[in-house]
């Protein structure tokens, strides 16, 4: 790499056109400034400057290193602008939640996108272990998990709660016992729905789903589009759990029916950042808006 002290001392003695002016301009000697330009020849291998007595002209290989110095100030320069420029109103902002949060969140997003135009922001829906690695490798920024992260490499802060619903269609016959009723009716699986079917068996207080194999539950369909898992259900097919968002944001939620439990069954969401990652003030204004949908 080309010594920058050599290289400003170039660009002097180019913009002067005389060594005593450069020198004057730079604080040094004359003798000093030859030896500067001497060595940057020597580190270039070939002439940048062309002498004659007490005057020069500039060789093409001259010229090059020339623009190639004004670049290397311009990009300098460019740098430090950037770093001392964090407009909370511009910026990318890249995170990522699973499908049903994306699902409750992505139309508040876009208002804020709407507001202030030179936020663009990337969600992407993703499972927690996928969101969290992405989060470690410097795939995104932030994003908004259901399991506590490694305090080891990860900052989090609790932003709420949502429930999860045990849901069928409407036509489905909830008085028999837990175990007929769901292996008659099959699941609807999803991306999340081991999680959520474990978690819901785990905290509603029935002992009839604390005692039922998830994995011996007929499943009867799947998909992964998140506006899509209630569709079946609509049409009187299967049974699925998902968190409520979903069903209040369904186009017909008078087709799906909740199969009460004994205790509603809340899952917890954090939003999470790598550890000691300073987010630029964009991230303020994001995140005000996503705290807000919780409180």
């Given amino acids: 790499m080309l010594n920058p002290i050599w290289l400003e001392t170039y660009l002097t003695l180019i913009d002067t056109g005389h060594f005593t002016k450069s020198a004057e301009k730079l604080h040094m000697t004359q003798p000093g400034v030859s030896q500067h330009i001497n060595k940057l020849e020597e580190a270039c291998g070939h002439a940048l400057i062309k002498r004659d007595k007490k005057s020069f002209t500039i060789t093409e290989q001259g010229r090059l290193v020339y623009q190639y110095a004004k670049t290397l100030i311009k990009d300098e320069q460019k740098l430090f602008d950037q770093l001392n420029f964090d407009d909370p109103y511009s910026g990318k902002c890249t995170m990522a939640c699973s499908g049903s949060v994306a699902l409750l969140l992505y139309p508040k997003l876009l208002k804020l996108q709407r507001q202030h135009p030179n936020i663009h922001i990337n ?49 489905a016959n909830s008085n028999k016992d837990w175990k007929t009723m769901l292996s008659e009716l099959g699941l609807i699986s999803h991306p999340d729905a081991e999680h959520y079917l474990s978690l819901y068996f785990k905290q509603s207080e029935e002992q009839a789903l604390k005692r039922l194999d998830i994995s011996k539950i007929p499943v009867i369909g799947s998909v992964n589009q998140i506006g899509q898992i209630l569709e079946p259900l609509a049409h009187g097919i299967g049974f699925t759990v998902i968190p409520k968002s979903v069903l209040e944001s369904f186009h017909s939620p008078e087709l799906i029916q909740i199969l009460k439990a004994n205790k509603p069954v809340m899952e917890t969401l954090y939003l999470v950042r790598r550890k000691n990652r300073e987010l630029p003030a964009r991230y303020q204004v994001l995140n005000s808006l996503i705290k807000a949908v919780w409180n």
């Fill in 123 to 171: 969600l992407k829906a993703a499972p927690t272990q996928q969101i969290l690695s992405d989060i470690k490798h410097g795939l995104i920024d932030q994003g908004i998990v259901t399991d506590i992260p490694n305090e080891s490499f990860y900052d989090f802060e609790e932003l709420g709660c949502e429930e999860l619903c045990l849901l069928s269609s409407i036509s």
